[in-house]
DNA sequence: TCAAGTATGTTGCATTTACAACAAAAGGAG
DNA sequence: CTCCTTTTGTTGTAAATGCAACATACTTGA
């Protein structure tokens, strides 16, 4: 196995494959692989994205321009990650997106509407890919919806509160541990950080939470009204 | 072909496979149909989802609870419409939504899991049901990554903008319709709805748009600047 | 332990938005 | 046309948030 492969093992789209069959599995999923130098457009604005990317070593940056004409950089990619499969498997027209090489970088590209045409005649792989895909797709798409739920309150107070609540469903506690600190958090609920700083400690001068670092209690007397 | 089954002729699940094969298709994918009353539960907030539904008749409500208890409806369903896709396919152990017949409803149940292990022994119906969610899904990923682009916005006339120059991009034009009234354009965009009007008169005041009920025209001398 | 750097909290003020109440305009049915 | 309903716009005020500047606490490495 070259070893550029290697870093498929932390790719969700190759779960159930072996590390040793990975290189049979491209050949016979017709995957395409293409080296980039630094600052070298990986997927051009505009264009219409035709395979699934993935990052096989260097790093990129999946960017898009708002309505200022201000770059805005919406994620970074790490060696292992996918890029652009949603709008490839949408067969959008115009990639509203770009990504560019942040340093000498690797891709592969599959062409998963190939993939899908060849479903019934081809090798287990194309089955477990696909398989993957779906999964992939699905759970992104849960954390979107997720997400929204939380951008879709108008006042911060609440969007802290869904945040939160998010958390308390899966750690099954009504005391958390948030992957962020108070920069990032803001970033991700889309608000101010000092005013995010303000209102934590308004809430937790009212007794709705407490707070140290990235641990976070909702206060049992309110969660019996909250959930 | 049972007349239930023609509303499928509008699920997008189901393109490319002919009406009179629909029953056919369902039989050899093991699908499982059944009727609900008025008012009872069709999937139970936080049960673990086994099956991508399809409603045949009748009309039901997707709802959730936020972190004050209160009840929000999320969508209205009707005939021919997918329910819990994602959640299925993501394989949520708890189902954070719940949906409810408004009325006598009937609907379709199809074990994506099962479909996806069969995948090669099957029946072509299989590739192409799969084929059709992978698109039905990654197309629902576009729409989420868009509004989340709109609502990421902090001020509502960056909202505004990020949602006009979409449908810019998509009608290729300056002048656009949009498919929602005032009432429901702030509901999309989360903001107060009188709000909303006043901040599309001070945009036309300040000469940035011009616009008549649905239609709206984002002025070209700001454009460039813009895009 | 100290110093520098980073992260978080606090405050006051400016801006933005929500909210409520009402006004005006646009459609529709008779 | 007129009345009624629905939709959209306007205005003033209160509330929420952004923003900037600064204070404090926490980390890290010498």
Chains 1, 2 share one sequence.
Not at 42 to 59: F, M, N, T, Y
Not at 94 to 121: K, R
Not at 148 to 153: F, G, T
Not at 206 to 227: A, Y
Request: hydrophobic share 45%; with cysteine; charged share 20%.
């Amino acid at each position: 196995m070259e070893s550029n492969l290697r870093v498929l093992q932390t790719c969700p789209l190759f779960d159930g494959i072996a590390p040793a069959d990975y290189e049979k599995a491209l050949d016979c999923l017709g995957s395409i692989q293409r080296s980039f130098a630094v600052g070298e457009t990986i997927l051009a604005l505009g264009s219409a994205p035709k395979a699934v990317g993935i990052l096989l070593s260097g790093s990129a940056t999946i960017a898009s321009y708002d309505a200022a004409g201000h770059r805005n950089v919406l994620a970074k990619l790490e060696p292992g990650e996918l890029f652009g499969e949603s709008y490839t498997l949408a067969a959008v027209e115009q990639l509203p997106v770009e990504v560019i090489g942040n340093e000498a970088a690797e891709a592969l590209f599959i062409d998963f509407q190939a993939l899908l045409s060849d479903i019934l005649t081809a090798c287990p792989f194309h089955g477990i890919l696909i398989g993957n895909m779906l999964s992939i797709v699905a759970r992104k798409n849960v954390q979107l919806n997720e997400r929204q739920a939380i951008l879709a309150k108008r006042r911060m107070r609440d969007k802290i509160l869904t945040f939160l609540a998010g958390y308390m469903v899966r750690q099954k506690s009504n005391a958390v541990a948030i992957p962020f600190n108070r920069d990032e958090l803001a970033d991700f609920l889309c608000v101010d950080r000092s005013a995010l700083s303000a209102e934590l400690s308004r809430m937790r001068d009212e007794g709705w939470i407490q707070f140290r670092k990235n641990h976070f209690t909702v206060l049992t007397d309110n969660i019996s009204s909250i959930i």
